[in-house]
């Protein structure tokens, strides 16, 4: 491949990963508060983990072109539903977080799956669980302007992939 190429591509998830940590932000998340439910994830398992290794492995994730373009379109749709632009019935699934709606977990899947199985287990049990960020964010979308259906997910997911990059690398 042409270097050119390279680097423009390069440069191209760079300036996508600052777009998904800015909405991120603007959504009420830091990437340091995902670190801490990897931490959580993690910390039984390395014993001398730390904050900054698990940020580390969460950037390491939000880097990644397929994570990417898995947030950006989660937060979209959030983002779109509050503003009344999905056409209904979407828009009441969306607002309301309906249990069986399952495309919110999906579309996080999508970003566990790069990871393993490990990603898969880890994803399950926050999003059962619901800790530290992801309880805040579900809580804030019960509010009747406010959509967190694809963001809590996605969170979720970062976290437990940024978990199993974890395991990988020190197990």
């Given at each position: 491949?042409?270097?050119?190429?390279?680097?423009?591509?390069?440069?191209?998830?760079?300036?996508?990963?600052?777009?998904?940590?800015?909405?991120?932000?603007?959504?009420?998340?830091?990437?340091?508060?995902?670190?801490?439910?990897?931490?959580?994830?993690?910390?039984?398992?390395?014993?001398?983990?730390?904050?900054?290794?698990?940020?580390?492995?969460?950037?390491?994730?939000?880097?990644?072109?397929?994570?990417?373009?898995?947030?950006?379109?989660?937060?979209?749709?959030?983002?779109?539903?509050?503003?009344?632009?999905?056409?209904?019935?979407?828009?009441?699934?969306?607002?309301?977080?309906?249990?069986?709606?399952?495309i919110d977990e999906v579309l996080?899947?999508?970003?566990?799956?790069?990871?393993?199985?490990?990603?898969?287990?880890?994803?399950?049990?926050?999003?059962?669980?619901?800790?530290?960020?992801?309880?805040?964010?579900?809580?804030?979308?019960?509010?009747?302007?406010?959509?967190?259906?694809?963001?809590?997910?996605?969170?979720?997911?970062?976290?437990?992939?940024?978990?199993?990059?974890?395991?990988?690398?020190?197990?």
């Open positions: 491949m042409d270097e050119t190429i390279l680097e423009e591509t390069r440069l191209d998830d760079t300036k996508k990963y600052d777009t998904v940590v800015k909405m991120l932000h603007e959504r009420g998340v830091t990437l340091s508060e995902i670190a801490e439910l990897t931490f959580d994830l993690q910390k039984e398992y390395v014993s001398d983990l730390t904050q900054e290794i698990c940020l580390e492995h969460v950037e390491r994730v939000v880097m990644k072109r397929e994570v990417q373009n898995a947030i950006l379109t989660g937060l979209e749709l959030d983002i779109l539903a509050e503003k009344n632009l999905i056409s209904e019935p979407l828009r009441s699934i969306l607002m309301d977080d309906w249990g069986l709606y399952g996080a899947l999508a970003i566990v799956n790069v990871y393993g199985s490990i990603g898969f287990t880890n994803f399950g049990y926050v999003d059962k669980l619901k800790p530290g960020i992801i309880k805040k964010i579900d809580e804030a979308g019960k509010a009747k302007d406010k959509c967190n259906t694809f963001l809590d997910d996605l969170v979720g997911a970062i976290a437990a992939a940024a978990a199993s990059s974890i395991a990988h690398r020190y197990a």
